[in-house]
């Protein structure tokens, strides 16, 4: 690839049409999300749909577009920490959808096999899949590396080199630097940013894959074998040795990017030992859900399960949103621990029949069965796991398998009732 003459496009403002601007909003409005400070939902949006396109489709190409401060929103990162959120306004939500649009063609192709967030056709199992060929061809040792507060502490020079290495429409580039330093609202006061790229934004997952791509290129050529997903990503080596040295260069390559690793999260270790990775916990004799996984599940089951409220339909509905979304994520062909799964049905059970008799006992076990549950319409995470004999899936056809497959919950016949506790 460096060997490569960079070929940069020129004309991109050209390319605002308004078919593009409407497929942007038909993206914005998939993904659904909250309103800006200027307290515009999709749907307002929408009710004046071609008139807002319009105008906003001559903002971005005059060059005119100012877009409006973020909306600051904290979500729960652990149970010390919250990550900030930057939440765009609609209107600016499709402007940065119209961007990523266009940049997207132009970097996709130069960016590295080995990165899989946030683009077509990739995701976390082909990820977490590609590891673990890694550990079978003989790589057990791992750098598990965790880059501080990336979103938060990119440059905003790094981005912008980074796009214009392949970009030399001035409009565009002027448009990206200004949402990059649009500011956002807390508590009613206006805060400025002068560095990071905020979560939340469409145009974020993009621009971090732009800046990490020279990491990926620069490991590449110092034969260095990795797994990255956005900020997340691990190498593999064959020796402790070369694990030191592979976790050396990465200080140096994110120092040139302006970036460092977290002295508390990055370590390095073995596959025999395990480590987290996307959710899972990867190790030789298993691949489960990490504790944090469990506790955040459990944490919206208690949350839905209160004992002071009533057994009603909607909450079967509820947890089935809770349990559906999980276990299509962590019952994968590579998932070992179905055994969690059962206990964690359990215990669901358990909350359910606390709500329904307003107390915890055993005896309640007889008065309300499994089958009652089947009955009611409750849905099990066990029921979505592989059976036992399905063989791990082979690199040659992961990728696709993973991506293609559809979980569908599996009925388990002819289980006897297992005391819950």
């Not at 800006?36 to 939902?41: A, C, E």
């Not at 306004?89 to 063609?105: F, K, W, Y």
Request: with cysteine; charged share 25%; aromatic share 8%.
């Amino acid at each position: 690839m460096a060997n490569q003459p960079i070929k940069k496009a020129h004309s991109l403002t050209g390319r605002i049409t308004y078919g593009l601007m409407l497929q942007a909003f038909k993206a914005v409005k998939r993904n659904r999300g909250a309103a800006g400070i200027d307290k515009v939902s999709i749907q307002m949006f929408a009710a004046n749909l071609d008139q807002n396109l319009h105008a906003l489709m001559r903002d971005l190409k005059e060059g005119t577009f100012v877009p409006l401060p973020l909306r600051r929103h904290y979500i729960p990162k652990s149970p010390t920490e919250d990550r900030a959120l930057g939440i765009p306004a609609v209107r600016d939500r499709v402007g940065q959808e119209v961007l990523r649009r266009l940049l997207q063609p132009i970097f996709e192709p130069t960016f590295h096999d080995a990165s899989y967030g946030f683009r077509p056709e990739r995701n976390c199992h082909q990820a977490i899949q590609a590891v673990l060929n890694f550990h079978e061809s003989g790589f057990q040792d791992v750098v598990d590396a965790d880059i501080a507060g990336f979103f938060d502490n990119l440059p905003f020079k790094v981005i912008m080199a980074a796009v214009a290495q392949r970009v030399a429409d001035g409009n565009i580039l002027r448009l990206i630097e200004k949402f990059l330093r649009s500011g956002v609202m807390e508590d009613g006061a206006f805060k400025p940013t002068s560095v990071g790229t905020p979560q939340g934004g469409v145009l974020s997952p993009l621009l971090a894959n732009i800046v990490l791509n020279h990491l990926d290129w620069q490991l590449d050529n110092r034969g260095w074998r990795f797994v990255r997903y956005a900020d997340d990503f691990v190498l593999v080596c064959q020796t402790p040795a070369k694990a030191e040295e592979a976790l050396a260069h990465v200080r140096l390559i994110l120092r040139d990017l302006g970036l460092t690793l977290s002295e508390q999260k990055t370590k390095i270790t073995t596959y025999a030992k395990g480590y987290s990775f996307l959710g899972f916990w990867l190790c030789s004799r298993s691949r489960r859900m990490r504790p944090k996984s469990v506790q955040k599940f459990k944490d919206k089951i208690r949350e839905l399960t209160c004992r002071k409220l009533n057994l009603e339909a909607k909450v079967i509905v509820q947890l089935n949103q809770v349990i559906r979304g999980t276990a299509q994520y962590f019952a994968t062909p590579f998932f070992t621990a179905r055994e969690s799964f059962h206990k964690l049905d359990s215990w669901i059970r358990m909350r359910l029949r606390s709500m329904k008799y307003k107390r915890r006992c055993l005896e309640d076990n007889r008065k309300m069965r499994d089958k009652t549950f089947a009955r009611l319409g409750l849905l099990t995470l066990e029921s979505f796991c592989w059976p036992r004999s399905c063989p791990r899936m082979q690199s040659d056809s992961s990728h696709k398998a993973i991506s293609v497959r559809k979980v569908r919950p599996r009925v388990d016949r002819g289980r006897r009732d297992r005391p819950e506790t």
